[in-house]
């Protein structure tokens, strides 16, 4: 069942911060919000993940807003590498059995030079 | 440390056929997870296995199979063969632990399956 809505495509100059927006309006309170991003072909990737707090690492950070409704992903420079499709994720922590993700169809980022 | 493993990378099969795939997760994760992806249904889950029992189950037929070893390894089956299973397939490896730990999973490359 989908549990969020990504818009399909997005586009995104090289350089630019790109800012990936996701709805989760049913959201429960145990549930944490994962991105993940598959280039072509390749094995989905995984890049963040939070649960109401803000997050940050090395690839990108997490926005989730208070009402934990929504969140944003946010590529702070794109490159051409970061052309993928984005897969923003919710799912149960703390319990088995919760490793059957649903994917959805994502966002396509196309990074343009 | 080294990531998920998969092979074979690519197999080319004809109808009727079986296949088995397999799958080395992260040394020290015992959770394994398989998923299928194709064009028109996107990525699907078929199956977990942890401590090499199926803990959890998607909405595939039971042509579709998995099993795990003591290792952790994990093989997944595929028998009498249709040309809908064409696809790439993936595995997934997390700790598999719950109790208040967040259990990323991480992917391998996948296996593209090609039935003719």
């Known amino acids: 069942d989908a549990k969020t809505t990504q818009p399909t495509s997005m586009d995104c100059a090289e350089g630019r911060a790109a800012n990936l927006p996701c709805n989760h309006s049913?959201?429960?309170?145990?549930?944490?919000v994962y991105w993940y991003r598959q280039i072509h072909s390749q094995g989905p990737q995984y890049i963040i993940h939070g649960l109401k707090n803000n997050e940050t690492n090395e690839m990108a950070s997490l926005i989730i807003t208070e009402d934990r409704k929504s969140s944003t992903l946010i590529l702070p420079h794109a490159t051409l590498r970061d052309t993928a499709v984005y897969y923003c994720i919710v799912r149960v922590e703390g319990e088995t059995g919760a490793n059957n993700l649903f994917f959805g169809t994502g966002t396509r980022l196309t990074v343009i030079p | 440390k080294a990531g998920v493993t998969q092979t074979p990378r690519y197999l080319i099969k004809t109808r009727g056929q079986q296949v088995t795939l397999s799958c080395s997760p992260i040394?020290?994760?015992?959770?394994v997870s398989w998923y299928q992806q194709t064009p028109g249904q996107g990525l699907q889950f078929l199956f977990e296995y942890f401590s090499e029992t199926q803990r959890n189950k998607g909405n595939f037929p039971g042509r579709f199979s998995g099993r795990q070893f003591s290792n952790s390894r994990s093989e997944m089956n595929v028998s009498t063969l249709e040309l809908g299973d064409s696809a790439l397939y993936l595995c997934?490896?997390?700790?598999?632990?719950?109790?208040?730990?967040?259990?990323?999973?991480?992917f391998g490359p996948g296996t593209r399956l090609t039935v003719l």
């Open positions: 040394s020290g994760h015992r959770s």
């Open positions: 049913t959201i429960s309170g145990n549930e944490y």
């Open positions: 997934a490896s997390s700790s598999g632990l719950a109790g208040g730990i967040t259990d990323t999973q991480y």
